[in-house]
Every structure is written in structure tokens, then in C-alpha cells.
């Protein structure tokens, strides 16, 4: 069977913002479609894209009263931004007050991506607590917006606070928001959490960084403690973890202006030295 390519076509503009791109076509049977978000050939999806599109097409098969809480993810091929990519999520589980439910990302029959994500009824008056308090840095109203790849990351505003600890190439700690509004749910909140989330890499920190080439992503995880909106300052802080094996595994917590710990992440990257 030959399978279609599909692109876009010469009038269908590119999506500027995280929020056009959080908007999935409803297919039959708990499928979804993302649209492509280039018009310019082929280049590689941004990890934290794909990983926001799977967490939203999720979130549109649970009960209203369910939030996202944590997101484990492996991502298996570079994704084209040329081109479409099909979502298809699996019901795993609805329980009393937890749902659990897996995603498929394909592009042409191909799998690219794969998510487990669990969503669970908010519990009033638990206990609260927080182990490690936001790190002592300057306010994103005293930096200037630092400039990434605007193709790769849409309307994502970046400020970079001084940072003690050295690092190469990406900040490892950072201002992040996004600029236009999302929409008033949760659960879409979640998705810009975990888009921004992958952005830079605790491996910065890392010994011989500055001998590795890129760092493609192997696994991501993301567990979101507290609600916090992306369209606000949220500051993320990296920490290379361990290098072996031809891998690099490093750590992150992610705060809210108020310095509330709104999430923590975990990612294991390719970290080898080129071979001549």
C-alpha cells in the first residue's frame, strides 16, 4: 500500500502561537490530528510540542473533573513539522478518582512518539508541602528576553537570570511564558507546562558538554504537583544528574513567580562524543 505525504498547502499559514498549535482536529474512535506548523520543508519537531499535542488529545477523552498530574514519554523518531501528525490514545483505565489512558504519535504509519499519562479528581484540604525552595535570582522584569529558534518554540518569551553554576550552549535556568492566552482549562494549562518543559537540558552542566554534538531526547518525564499557568513567569531550573553509556540523565524543577514548585521533570538525552 503506498501511503500519501501530506503538507501543507501554499495557502495554509504556519501557527504562531502554542495555542493554535494545542488545537487538534476530533477524529473518529479517540483520534486526533495536529496540523503541520511549517510551511518551509522539512525540520524536526520540537520535542516539547509533540509532547503537549499527545497530553491534550489525551486530556479530550477523560471527565471534565480530571487534571493532568504526571506524563511519562519516549520519543522513537525525529517528527517532520511539514507534515501532520495522527494521535491515537488508548482508554487504560477510569477509576474512582484516577484515569489513566496511552498515546500513539504517528506521521505516514510511523510511530514517533509514545505518552502514558495519568489525570486524577483534585482532592481539597491534602496536605501540602514542598521540599526545596525557588533559588534566589533576579525578576524576569529585570531581564531582557533572550532570542531562540521563534520556528521551534512559537510564542514562548525567554529570560535568562545570572547563574552561578556554568553552563554550555542552553541555559539551564530560565524564565519561561507564553505570550498569547491559552485557553481557561487546566488541563490546557498542563500542555503549555509540559511544551515548555523540554526546552533547554540540565546537560549544559555536564562534563565534555562542550565535546557532545545535539542532545536528542530518549524519555521524558513530567509530574505536575500544582496548577500554575503558563501565561505567567514560571521559572525552570536544570541539573545534570549522570552521563554513561553513550546517555546523559538530568533533573528539573519548574516554579511560579510566587517561588510555589509547580512541577518537577526528569529526561534521559543522547550524550556521546562524535566519532571521527
Same mark, same amino acid.
Given at each position: 500500500?503506498t501511503?500519501?505525504?501530506e503538507?501543507?498547502?501554499?495557502?495554509?499559514?504556519?501557527?504562531?502561537?502554542?495555542?493554535d498549535v494545542?488545537?487538534?482536529?476530533?477524529l473518529p474512535?479517540?483520534?486526533?490530528?495536529?496540523?503541520?506548523?511549517?510551511?518551509t520543508?522539512?525540520?524536526?519537531?520540537?520535542?516539547?510540542?509533540?509532547?503537549?499535542?499527545s497530553?491534550?488529545?489525551?486530556?479530550?477523552?477523560?471527565?471534565?473533573d480530571?487534571v493532568?498530574?504526571?506524563?511519562?514519554?519516549?520519543?522513537?523518531?525525529?517528527?517532520?513539522a511539514?507534515?501532520?501528525?495522527?494521535?491515537?490514545?488508548?482508554?487504560?483505565?477510569?477509576?474512582?478518582?484516577?484515569?489513566s489512558r496511552?498515546?500513539?504519535?504517528?506521521?505516514?504509519?510511523?510511530?514517533? &512518539?509514545?505518552?502514558?499519562?495519568?489525570?486524577?479528581?483534585?482532592?481539597?484540604?491534602?496536605?501540602e508541602?514542598?521540599?526545596?525552595?525557588?533559588?534566589?535570582?533576579?525578576?524576569p522584569?529585570?531581564?531582557?528576553?533572550?532570542?531562540?529558534?521563534?520556528?521551534?518554540?512559537f510564542?514562548?518569551?525567554?529570560?535568562?537570570?545570572?547563574?552561578?553554576?556554568p553552563?554550555?550552549r542552553?541555559?539551564?535556568?530560565l524564565?519561561?511564558?507564553?505570550?498569547?492566552?491559552?485557553d481557561?482549562?487546566?488541563n490546557?494549562?498542563?500542555c503549555?507546562?509540559? &511544551?515548555?518543559?523540554?526546552?533547554?537540558?540540565?546537560?549544559?552542566?555536564?562534563?565534555?558538554?562542550?565535546?557532545?554534538?545535539?542532545?536528542?531526547?530518549?524519555?521524558?518525564?513530567v509530574?505536575?504537583h500544582r496548577?500554575?499557568?503558563?501565561?505567567?513567569?514560571?521559572?525552570?531550573?536544570?541539573?545534570?544528574l549522570s552521563?554513561?553509556?553513550?546517555?546523559?540523565?538530568?533533573?528539573?524543577r519548574? &516554579?511560579?513567580?510566587?517561588?510555589?514548585?509547580?512541577?518537577?521533570?526528569?529526561q534521559?538525552?543522547? &550524550?556521546?562524543?562524535?566519532?571521527?
Amino acid at each position: 500500500m503506498t501511503r500519501t505525504r501530506e503538507v501543507f498547502d501554499g495557502n495554509q499559514a504556519a501557527p504562531t502561537a502554542v495555542a493554535d498549535v494545542l488545537h487538534l482536529k476530533t477524529l473518529p474512535h479517540d483520534r486526533f490530528r495536529a496540523d503541520p506548523v511549517s510551511t518551509t520543508g522539512r525540520r524536526t519537531i520540537y520535542g516539547g510540542q509533540v509532547a503537549a499535542q499527545s497530553l491534550r488529545a489525551a486530556s479530550l477523552t477523560v471527565a471534565d473533573d480530571r487534571v493532568a498530574h504526571s506524563v511519562h514519554a519516549y520519543f522513537l523518531a525525529a517528527g517532520d513539522a511539514s507534515r501532520p501528525v495522527d494521535l491515537a490514545v488508548e482508554r487504560d483505565r477510569d477509576g474512582g478518582r484516577y484515569s489513566s489512558r496511552r498515546v500513539v504519535a504517528s506521521q505516514d504509519g510511523s510511530v514517533i &512518539f509514545t505518552m502514558s499519562c495519568s489525570f486524577a479528581r483534585p482532592s481539597d484540604g491534602a496536605p501540602e508541602y514542598q521540599a526545596v525552595p525557588m533559588p534566589g535570582v533576579r525578576p524576569p522584569a529585570e531581564l531582557q528576553t533572550h532570542h531562540l529558534n521563534a520556528a521551534r518554540t512559537f510564542d514562548l518569551e525567554v529570560r535568562v537570570p545570572d547563574d552561578p553554576e556554568p553552563w554550555y550552549r542552553w541555559p539551564a535556568r530560565l524564565w519561561l511564558r507564553i505570550r498569547e492566552p491559552l485557553d481557561d482549562d487546566p488541563n490546557v494549562r498542563a500542555c503549555g507546562l509540559v &511544551f515548555l518543559s523540554d526546552l533547554c537540558t540540565g546537560l549544559s552542566r555536564a562534563p565534555q558538554i562542550e565535546q557532545v554534538g545535539l542532545l536528542p531526547s530518549v524519555d521524558h518525564a513530567v509530574w505536575l504537583h500544582r496548577g500554575a499557568d503558563p501565561n505567567r513567569w514560571l521559572l525552570i531550573d536544570l541539573h545534570a544528574l549522570s552521563t554513561s553509556g553513550g546517555r546523559g540523565v538530568y533533573t528539573g524543577r519548574i &516554579f511560579d513567580e510566587g517561588g510555589s514548585l509547580a512541577a518537577s521533570l526528569a529526561q534521559e538525552s543522547l &550524550f556521546d562524543l562524535p566519532r571521527h
